[in-house]
Every structure is written in structure tokens, then in C-alpha cells.
């Protein structure tokens, strides 16, 4: 099972690197206007300037859940804190799930409104394997004991 670590320890890179991609394009249907690019880190500062408490919210479930359930999930699997904290993580890893749900009702909604396009970037996707991934982990680690 030494490829769970593995997959693990990539997360800590992978987790960072779908904070800033593209999760999506938006803007108006017209011709001659871009799509402004969505990324996490974007949309986030984004809510800061709107709502600091739904900035807050997301803050927790799209960075602060993912970062220490996969660090955590680490410690377990390198011997450095006790099989007891596992529930703890895997708790951690359904709250980033909770991200990925909002972002897929945002572009269904968007999608609905006539002079608006959305198109979902490749960061979506990324974010999403990430969340699943990390998700395989915990539970591959609780079949384990």
C-alpha cells in the first residue's frame, strides 16, 4: 500500500496548484467580450470584497479542510500520530466535497441565465480529482486496519 503514500504526498502539491488553475470561464455572451477566469484563489478574493463570512466558509472548505486532511493523512501513514485521529481526516475530506457541490450548482445556475456563458476550466477537474483522491486515501487507509 506504499502507492497510498504516495498518491498522499502528491495532493500536497496537486491541493495548491487547483487553488489557482481556471475552474472556470464566465462572462457575457457577446462576440467580442473574454471570459474572465474563476480560479479558487480568485473567487475567493472575489468574496472577501463581497461577504467576509461566505469568504470565510469557503476559505475553510476549499483550503483549510483539503490542506490538513491530506497533511494529517500523512502523519498517520508515516507512523508520526496514532490510527485514532483517521475519523478526524476523513470528516475533513467529505468538507472539501462540499466545495466542489457549490461550484457545480454555480455554473448550472449561471448556465441558466440567457446573456451569460460559463465554460468549466481545467482547474474543475483538478480540484475535483484532488477532493476524490484524497477522499480513496482515507478510506483505503480505514480498510487497512
Do not use: H
Not at 504516495?6 to 462576440?31: D, E, K, M, T
Not at 485514532?84 to 448556465?111: C, Q
Request: hydrophobic residues 65%; positive net charge.
Amino acid at each position: 500500500m506504499a502507492w497510498l503514500r504516495y498518491l498522499n504526498l502528491s495532493l500536497i502539491v496537486l491541493f495548491p496548484l487547483a487553488w489557482v488553475a481556471p475552474l472556470l470561464r464566465a462572462g457575457l455572451n457577446l462576440p467580442l467580450l473574454g471570459l474572465k477566469e474563476v480560479s479558487v484563489i480568485s473567487g475567493l478574493a472575489a468574496l472577501v470584497e463581497e461577504d467576509l463570512f461566505l469568504a470565510l466558509i469557503v476559505f475553510l472548505f476549499a483550503i483549510v479542510a483539503p490542506a490538513v486532511k491530506v497533511v494529517g493523512m500523512a502523519l498517520i501513514q508515516f507512523g508520526r500520530i496514532g490510527d485514532r485521529a483517521k475519523p478526524v481526516f476523513g470528516f475533513l475530506g467529505r468538507l472539501a466535497m462540499a466545495d466542489i457541490f457549490l461550484m457545480a450548482l454555480y455554473v448550472v445556475i449561471i448556465k441558466g441565465v440567457a446573456m451569460t456563458r460559463v465554460e468549466v476550466g481545467w482547474g474543475l477537474y483538478l480540484f475535483t480529482f484532488c477532493v476524490l483522491a484524497s477522499l480513496l486515501v482515507t478510506l483505503m487507509e480505514r480498510k487497512r486496519d
